[in-house]
């Protein structure tokens, strides 16, 4: 019988204790004797989080197919645990075997939101592994880093001995055989290292060094062998339906974030925001087979138990079988009484119809994202929505029997002014005036709208990441602008206003564009108490402000600050296929408020196009 890390007396101190207890429906246990590599798969935030995270579950059932790797997984313990931990000394462990992490071969962690780069170093410290890489020797886990964050993985280059630059389900096997057998030659952790760098893929910042300039800007990034490559490419899987998917991922106890099935429709997009990191980093467009997608729907609703089935894709629309999978789905499972979640939908006459037959419309609301409150802000980011588009959607959702709509907006954009702001409020008075257009008899009750803003941060890989961002001032100046606004609207009843912390997404900018410089300020903001930064109640902005001001990083540097062509971006040397070339050229479409045309429409030359396949090539 496995022996419980916690103590009966320990697990009734916590919250939630079935966090920690692991051996939930589905998970894989192995005999630790019987395999030659132990995986440990880190999500750093609660456990109610992580196990939504479709990408974990991706690789945990990749890795696990083989006989001779035993995939497990930790998640940052919550705030009474690790208090626990800390004064009992008590290792951090893995769910499935109990085994303190420092026992593992790899430690893999997905790094997924920098607001949870504080949690990255309370797993490390927690589970008794050198914080700093430099620091570990040949028994010590391998931490390895992967997800959307790592497409600028500078800032965390000290806390990391490699980073997996791409879509884990192509070279993460080599990785593990290339351990294998440097092990079994007992060659050591160096040795191991310089060998993976060669892996396509593979960062380890140890073996680059940076230089810079007076004025603190980049003035070299190279590798320090002559045989490690001085550009990672960004690995990428082009054929998603024969590749490594679960049909029987893992079950949670307790509820989680996402507590359905989670079917990958398709991954990249076509459409080129371009203020939209993940429409950059996963370009072309792939799309799953319909009939792959029937036999995987079918196979893990009846592993799992769920009663709730959601279609996963940065935009759903654009997967071109939609209809196809909806009916499905609606057809096979709605009587077994399954719902269907529809994401990501462009509000128009199809995807209306198809909400109105797999949600209770009554008791649900629609989302838009028109992300700008002028036509000409929308075009500065390409965001391709026109008001007439918007407000027809919105009119159809009225129609159908819709009364609630949440509104998507984000403030800081570039090249915004009053008028843009001063929009936003004008577009939800529309919308809320075309409901009341609408015969009262034929209204379901009172129209609700939500506006919601968020502080625009220019991120890595976009074409706005030259930009210079918003101070916290400007921000909140500019919140209270479109509050004032709304509060002179006719129907300010109906309409509701919220926005993001301020001082979060200013941080957020620091980590997003750091460089090597900011590793330091993050781990003094985590030996300061800085935790679960993401997690409103925990944030404590003082402590980050006092961690730059120890370490000599000054924030603005990072954020308040327009880059020219010619410098060099802390990401620079990754290449995730769209070039750089492409985004300059659209920072100038942008600044003219040129639209450029989506993938299906045209090509625009992004350079994706040389991994074959996808969208770019269906003629």
Same mark, same amino acid.
């Given at each position: 019988?496995?022996?419980?890390?916690?103590?009966?007396?320990?697990?009734?101190?916590?919250?939630?204790?079935?966090?920690?207890?692991?051996?939930?429906?589905?998970?894989?246990?192995?005999?630790?004797?019987?395999?030659?590599?132990?995986?440990?798969?880190?999500?750093?935030?609660?456990?109610?989080?992580?196990?939504?995270?479709?990408?974990?579950?991706?690789?945990?059932?990749?890795?696990?197919?083989?006989?001779?790797?035993?995939?497990?997984?930790?998640?940052?313990?919550?705030?009474?645990?690790?208090?626990?931990?800390?004064?009992?000394?008590?290792?951090?462990?893995?769910?499935? @075997?109990?085994?303190?992490?420092?026992?593992?071969?790899?430690?893999?962690?997905?790094?997924?939101?920098?607001?949870?780069?504080?949690?990255?170093?309370?797993?490390?410290?927690?589970?008794?592994?050198?914080?700093?890489?430099?620091?570990?020797?040949?028994?010590?886990?391998?931490?390895?880093?992967?997800?959307?964050?790592?497409?600028?993985?500078?800032?965390?280059?000290?806390?990391?001995?490699?980073?997996?630059?791409?879509?884990?389900?192509?070279?993460?096997?080599?990785?593990?055989?290339?351990?294998?057998?440097?092990?079994?030659?007992?060659?050591?952790?160096?040795?191991?290292?310089?060998?993976?760098?060669?892996?396509?893929?593979?960062?380890?910042?140890?073996?680059?060094?940076?230089?810079?300039?007076?004025?603190?800007?980049?003035?070299?990034?190279?590798?320090?062998?002559?045989?490690?490559?001085?550009?990672?490419?960004?690995?990428?899987?082009?054929?998603?339906?024969?590749?490594?998917?679960?049909?029987?991922?893992?079950?949670?106890?307790?509820?989680?974030?996402?507590?359905?099935?989670?079917?990958?429709?398709?991954?990249?997009?076509?459409?080129?925001?371009?203020?939209?990191?993940?429409?950059?980093?996963?370009?072309?467009?792939?799309?799953?087979?319909?009939?792959?997608?029937?036999?995987?729907?079918?196979?893990?609703?009846?592993?799992?138990?769920?009663?709730?089935?959601?279609?996963?894709?940065?935009?759903?629309?654009?997967?071109?079988?939609?209809?196809?999978?909806?009916?499905?789905?609606?057809?096979?499972?709605?009587?077994?009484?399954?719902?269907?979640?529809?994401?990501?939908?462009?509000?128009?006459?199809?995807?209306? =119809?198809?909400?109105?037959?797999?949600?209770?419309?009554?008791?649900?609301?629609?989302?838009?994202?028109?992300?700008?409150?002028?036509?000409?802000?929308?075009?500065?980011?390409?965001?391709?929505?026109?008001?007439?588009?918007?407000?027809?959607?919105?009119?159809?959702?009225?129609?159908?029997?819709? @009364?609630?709509?949440?509104?998507?907006?984000?403030?800081?954009?570039?090249?915004?002014?009053?008028? =843009?702001?001063?929009?936003?409020?004008?577009?939800?008075?529309?919308?809320?005036?075309?409901?009341?257009?609408?015969?009262?008899?034929?209204?379901?009750?009172?129209?609700?709208?939500?506006?919601?803003?968020?502080?625009?941060?220019?991120?890595?890989?976009?074409?706005?990441?030259?930009? @210079?961002?918003?101070?916290?001032?400007?921000?909140?100046?500019?919140?209270?602008?479109?509050?004032?606004?709304?509060?002179?609207?006719?129907?300010?009843?109906?309409?509701?206003?919220?926005?993001?912390?301020?001082?979060?997404?200013?941080?957020?900018?620091?980590?997003?564009?750091?460089?090597?410089?900011?590793?330091?300020?993050?781990?003094?903001?985590?030996?300061?108490?800085?935790?679960?930064?993401?997690?409103?109640?925990?944030?404590?902005?003082?402590?980050?402000?006092?961690?730059?001001?120890?370490?000599?990083?000054?924030?603005?540097?990072?954020?308040?600050?327009?880059?020219?062509?010619?410098?060099?971006?802390?990401?620079?040397?990754?290449?995730?296929?769209?070039?750089?070339?492409?985004?300059?050229?659209?920072?100038?479409?942008?600044?003219?408020?040129?639209?450029?045309?989506?993938?299906?429409?045209?090509?625009?030359?992004?350079?994706?196009?040389?991994?074959?396949?996808?969208?770019?090539?269906?003629?």
């Amino acid at each position: 019988m496995r022996k419980l890390a916690l103590s009966d007396e320990i697990l009734l101190q916590v919250e939630k204790p079935a966090r920690y207890i692991g051996n939930e429906v589905n998970a894989v246990m192995k005999d630790k004797d019987k395999v030659d590599v132990r995986f440990c798969m880190c999500f750093p935030d609660v456990y109610e989080i992580g196990m939504s995270h479709l990408g974990i579950q991706i690789l945990y059932d990749m890795f696990n197919r083989r006989e001779d790797i035993w995939c497990e997984r930790v998640y940052s313990p919550w705030t009474d645990l690790d208090r626990i931990i800390r004064e009992q000394k008590i290792p951090l462990f893995a769910l499935e @075997s109990q085994d303190p992490l420092k026992d593992f071969d790899f430690i893999g962690i997905t790094i997924q939101y920098e607001m949870c780069y504080t949690n990255i170093l309370q797993v490390l410290d927690l589970g008794q592994i050198q914080l700093l890489a430099r620091d570990r020797s040949d028994g010590d886990p391998i931490v390895i880093g992967g997800g959307p964050c790592a497409s600028n993985p500078e800032p965390l280059a000290d806390f990391f001995d490699m980073f997996y630059i791409g879509e884990g389900e192509t070279v993460y096997f080599q990785l593990m055989d290339l351990y294998k057998e440097y092990r079994s030659k007992h060659l050591g952790r160096n040795a191991f290292l310089r060998q993976a760098a060669k892996i396509p893929g593979i960062y380890v910042p140890s073996l680059y060094e940076t230089t810079y300039h007076e004025d603190g800007t980049i003035a070299s990034f190279r590798p320090l062998a002559e045989d490690i490559p001085s550009v990672i490419e960004k690995q990428i899987v082009m054929n998603l339906t024969d590749t490594y998917y679960p049909k029987a991922p893992v079950v949670p106890f307790i509820k989680a974030t996402q507590d359905r099935v989670v079917l990958e429709i398709q991954r990249g997009c076509i459409r080129g925001c371009r203020f939209c990191q993940a429409g950059m980093l996963y370009r072309p467009l792939r799309e799953r087979r319909l009939s792959m997608l029937k036999e995987y729907a079918a196979a893990m609703l009846k592993n799992t138990g769920h009663e709730e089935i959601s279609l996963s894709s940065l935009s759903s629309s654009d997967y071109s079988d939609l209809e196809g999978i909806v009916n499905f789905l609606i057809e096979e499972f709605q009587d077994q009484g399954v719902n269907i979640s529809l994401p990501s939908l462009r509000i128009d006459a199809f995807s209306l =119809d198809v909400m109105s037959k797999v949600q209770d419309v009554r008791k649900s609301s629609l989302t838009f994202a028109p992300e700008a409150g002028s036509q000409r802000l929308r075009d500065v980011i390409n965001k391709g929505l026109t008001e007439e588009v918007i407000l027809e959607g919105a009119g159809e959702a009225f129609a159908g029997g819709w @009364s609630r709509v949440k509104l998507y907006f984000m403030l800081g954009l570039p090249t915004e002014t009053e008028e =843009d702001m001063k929009g936003i409020a004008h577009l939800a008075e529309k919308i809320a005036k075309r409901y009341y257009e609408i015969p009262k008899d034929q209204r379901n009750g009172k129209c609700q709208i939500t506006v919601s803003t968020s502080f625009f941060v220019p991120k890595p890989f976009t074409p706005f990441q030259w930009v @210079s961002m918003n101070s916290k001032e400007d921000f909140l100046a500019k919140a209270k602008i479109v509050n004032q606004e709304i509060k002179e609207q006719l129907n300010k009843k109906s309409i509701k206003y919220n926005w993001h912390e301020a001082d979060v997404s200013v941080l957020e900018g620091v980590l997003a564009r750091g460089d090597r410089r900011v590793g330091a300020s993050i781990l003094r903001a985590y030996e300061k108490g800085s935790l679960y930064d993401a997690w409103g109640e925990n944030f404590d902005n003082e402590l980050w402000m006092s961690a730059f001001r120890e370490t000599g990083v000054d924030p603005d540097f990072y954020t308040c600050r327009v880059r020219e062509e010619s410098e060099i971006l802390p990401w620079d040397f990754i290449d995730i296929g769209v070039t750089k070339k492409f985004l300059w050229r659209e920072w100038q479409n942008a600044q003219a408020a040129s639209v450029t045309k989506n993938c299906r429409q045209g090509c625009s030359g992004c350079g994706a196009k040389t991994y074959g396949g996808g969208v770019c090539y269906e003629g």
